[in-house]
């Protein structure tokens, strides 16, 4: 069955730079591209970008265009979103979810992680 | 981007009762060429990632009961519950695909 498994819970200071990882497993890993959304504590949900773990190419949404970075390691179906410059507005938990669509991008998301809390305090 | 609003943002039925959630865009999600709209809901449970319930404004996922309707086109959007459980309690939210990904607010569906 398709699994999407994140990184534990993190707290960052101010100014730092945070890795969160999705490792996938279940289905063809290169097949679909993955998404990250994030959801402030009490918030509604907030698209960030895709990565195709094909070709490695990204889309990120432009408020967090210079600040994040998806990358992805194929040989052990992980994603990876790296986010810098934290402010406490980042505080947030981080998903990753799974495109619909095989070897493209329609845009909404079948599978998704159990989510990652990143904490931005001093 | 495109601004996606849901009405009610909160919303409380009897169990058994119909619930209805809107959600409107603020330009069309209708891709003319193929007539579909590129709309999906998803139902979130407390410390749960969104599930997703409905995608091309009405296609119910496979596993969802028949109990859960989307219907619109367009700007205009609605999710139906027809009949409450108890199970249904959740927030609900909507999302845009057509011009990358924009959700509404969500709205919190109760027991009365």
């Known amino acids: 069955q398709v699994q999407l498994v994140q990184s534990g819970a993190d707290v960052k200071k101010p100014g730092a730079s945070v890795k969160v990882s999705c490792k996938a497993s279940?289905?063809?890993?290169?097949?679909?591209?993955m998404h990250w959304v994030r959801q402030a504590p009490g918030q509604g949900l907030e698209w960030m970008g895709w990565?195709?773990?094909?070709?490695?190419?990204?889309n990120y949404a432009q408020k967090f265009q210079g600040r994040v970075t998806m990358t992805r390691d194929t040989s052990v179906s992980t994603a990876y979103m790296e986010l810098s410059r934290l402010t406490s507005d980042d505080t947030a938990v981080y998903y990753c979810?799974?495109?619909?669509?095989?070897?493209?991008?329609?845009?909404?998301?079948?599978?998704w992680g159990q989510g990652t809390l990143v904490t931005v305090s001093s | 981007d495109i601004v996606m609003t849901q009405s009610p943002d909160s919303l409380a039925v009897s169990l058994g009762e119909r619930a209805t959630i809107n959600c409107k865009s603020s330009?069309?999600?209708?891709?003319?060429?193929?007539?579909?709209?590129?709309l999906a809901w998803y139902q979130q449970k407390p410390g749960q990632p969104p599930k997703l319930l409905i995608s091309?404004?009405?296609t119910r996922e496979s596993g969802v009961p028949d109990r859960f309707s989307g219907s619109g086109s367009g700007t205009d959007f609605t999710l139906t519950i027809s009949s409450l459980q108890a199970e249904d309690v959740a927030v609900y939210y909507c999302?845009?695909?057509?011009?990358?990904?924009?959700f509404g607010q969500g709205t919190k569906l109760e027991i009365k």
């Open positions: 330009q069309s999600v209708l891709y003319t060429s193929n007539n579909k709209s590129y």
């Open positions: 979810a799974r495109d619909v669509l095989v070897y493209g991008e329609v845009g909404y998301f079948d599978y």
């Open positions: 279940g289905y063809t890993f290169t097949g679909h591209y």
């Open positions: 999302q845009q695909y057509y011009s990358t990904q924009t």
């Open positions: 990565i195709d773990p094909r070709s490695g190419g990204t």
């Open positions: 091309w404004a009405s």
